[in-house]
Structure formats: structure tokens, C-alpha cells
């Protein structure tokens, strides 16, 4: 009799390892299942760069961590259902540096919570270098010529060059996934592009070291090609993967630095903005620059009013854009 148990037992066995999606899952804190989690990845402009109210040791103050984690970064204004929201992502992140850096820390949160939406903005700081062209064209306004004829033919061969690596990054966070006992359908993955944080509809009057130090050429390269291009190729990115994509080239569109004039409470991105104190600190002067151009606390506010409506929606692909009343709103694509 307890040999034809233990033979049931074993053919028991089998059946369940050949239907089960996760045979010998790894173990997981007894709570992970009724404690929920939102998870952050990626650069600036997830991080929370040029909002404030940094999270204490990412404001350069503990050993050069300069991530930028701000408490008004749009993972934590996200109405999304959740017991927490992690923002991992870190100002100036790379692809190579997600992976390395922020991976290991989703591993860890996946493993003590279940996680049901993962939000990844990356590419920028890779081969297109965009704050490095913006640094450029604020350098050829001062030399009174223009950057775009310098950086505009290579434009699409960086953006080329950007897709394999962050598919390879959004590859790698599928994986981490798996192996912490997660399918793919168990959690949302969704890629945010970029939007332009200047335009060319802003008054000549600010179009200097008091606003924004940028020439109008410049500024519609930027608007009309350079944020677009990213925008695609980020979206083919994700594509391959299988993640949702979330449009913001025109999340800006009216309220971009500058363009609010004399209003700058109008505005969803920072001007130029100067540390100044940081300036006289050699540990700290490098980075007396890096809030500029970025999404403020604002801007911060309007991106998670839009990603909420698309973490609640079926569509694969959507944009933010400006409504009528003057908020970002969701357009859905099929």
C-alpha cells in the first residue's frame, strides 16, 4: 500500500511540475502577496530631478550620491493601489547603470512585495547624451552661434545606437521578474519616454541667462525633431519586450521652462537654476546646474495625473498631452 502511495505521490508530482508556471518558485517573505508595491527605474527624469525635497543621502551630501530622489517625483504623486511606491531611479543613470545598480534593489523588492507595475524611463543619458547637446547649445548661445548644425546629423545614428541597449536593460528587468517567481503578465511594465522642456514660443526677453540661454533654432530642432526621434525609438524599445510605452513628447506643450513669461508658476519645468552656494564648494560645483531643464514639482504632478490614467487603462501604447483646462491628460493608441 505504501508503495502505491508513494508511486501516486511522485505522478502527483509530475503533474503539477508540468503544469505549473513556476516549478520550485523561490522563496519569497511570507508577506509579499498581501503587501504591494509600484516600482521606479531609470534616470532624472524619473528620479525626481528639478522637483526638490530630496530623499536625505541622494543630494550629494553622502559620499557624491547625487540621484535626486525628490518625495514630489511622479512614482509618488501616482494614484496607483499600493501598500508602497520604491523609486530606485538615480539622476544620470545610464542603461549600464540601471542594470547594475538598480536591479539588484528590484530583486530585493520583489522578493518582500508584490509588485504590480514597474515604470522605466532610460535611453536619454546613453548614446543620445541629451543633457550633454542642451549643455552644448547653451555653450554655442553664449558663443552667439548654433549647436544644431553640430549635433543634428548624428542625431538618429545616437538614437540607432540607444534602442538595442535599453531593450537589452528592459530585457534584464523581465528577468529579474522571472527569477523572483513573477510572470510577465503579473505586473505591468510600462517605458516613458521624454518630453521637451523648452520651446521656441517663449519671449525673446528670457532667451538669456535669466530664463533660458538658448537660441530659437536650436530650440526648434529640439522640439520638432530631437524629442520626436527619441520618442520612436524608445517606443521600438519597448515594443520587443513586450512593455507598454507611454508617450510624454508633448506632455510639456505650453509649459515648458520659460514659457510662462513673467508667470513661472504656468511653467512644468525648471529655467536655468544655479546652485549658487554650491558653486563656492568643489564638491558640489559640478553639479550647480543639474536641476535645470528638468521636470518640476509641477510638472512632477501633471506626468503622475496622466500615468495614473494609463496604468488604469487596456491600451498598449498612450501620449500625455495638454487638455483643454490646461491639465496633461491620457490619449490612448490601440
Known amino acids: 500500500m505504501r508503495k502505491v502511495l508513494t508511486l501516486a505521490a511522485i505522478g502527483l508530482l509530475a503533474i503539477v511540475l508540468v503544469v505549473s508556471d513556476h516549478p520550485f518558485p ?15 527605474l531609470g534616470d532624472s527624469t524619473m528620479s525626481g530631478e528639478g522637483a526638490g525635497d530630496y530623499e536625505p543621502g541622494t543630494d550629494g551630501e553622502d559620499g557624491g550620491n547625487w540621484c535626486h530622489r525628490s518625495r514630489g517625483a511622479e512614482i509618488m504623486k501616482a494614484g496607483v493601489e499600493a501598500d508602497r511606491r520604491f523609486n530606485l531611479a538615480c539622476s544620470g543613470a545610464n542603461s549600464d547603470k540601471l542594470r547594475n545598480e538598480q536591479l539588484p534593489r528590484l530583486r530585493e523588492v520583489a522578493g518582500s512585495h508584490r509588485v504590480v507595475a514597474i515604470v522605466v524611463a532610460i535611453g536619454a543619458n546613453d548614446d543620445p547624451r541629451f543633457s550633454e547637446i542642451l549643455n552644448k547649445c547653451f555653450e554655442a548661445w553664449g558663443k552667439r552661434s548654433d549647436c544644431t548644425s553640430a549635433v543634428a546629423p548624428e542625431w538618429t545614428k545616437r538614437v540607432k545606437r540607444m534602442v ?6 528592459l530585457s534584464a528587468v523581465r528577468q529579474t521578474m522571472r527569477d523572483s517567481g513573477y510572470l510577465d503578465s503579473e505586473y505591468q511594465l510600462v517605458v516613458q519616454s521624454y518630453a521637451a522642456p523648452v520651446s521656441p514660443k517663449m ?4 532667451q538669456n541667462l535669466s530664463g533660458c540661454p538658448l ?18 525609438g524608445l517606443r ?3 515594443s520587443e519586450v513586450g512593455a507598454r510605452f507611454l508617450d510624454l513628447s508633448r506632455a510639456g506643450e505650453g509649459h515648458e521652462a520659460c514659457a510662462g513669461g513673467d508667470d513661472p ?70
Do not use: M, Y
Open 26 to 40: 523561490p522563496p519569497s517573505a511570507p508577506d509579499r502577496e498581501t503587501r504591494t508595491a509600484v516600482v521606479a
Open 164 to 169: 538595442p541597449k535599453v531593450e537589452n536593460t
Open 203 to 206: 519671449p525673446r526677453s528670457l
Open 215 to 232: 537660441r530659437t533654432t536650436d530650440l526648434e530642432w529640439v522640439v520638432e525633431e530631437a524629442v520626436p526621434e527619441l520618442s520612436n
Open 236 to 238: 521600438t524599445a519597448a
Open 265 to 334: 508658476g504656468t511653467e512644468w519645468f525648471t529655467r536655468l537654476s544655479v546652485d549658487w552656494e554650491g558653486l563656492t564648494d568643489q564638491r558640489r560645483s559640478s553639479h550647480a546646474l543639474q536641476e535645470s531643464f528638468h521636470p518640476n514639482a509641477r510638472g512632477h504632478e501633471q506626468i503622475a495625473r496622466c500615468l495614473t490614467e494609463f496604468l488604469a487603462a487596456d491600451e498598449r501604447a498612450g501620449a500625455c498631452v495638454p487638455r483643454l483646462d490646461g491639465s496633461l491628460g491620457l490619449s490612448t493608441e490601440s
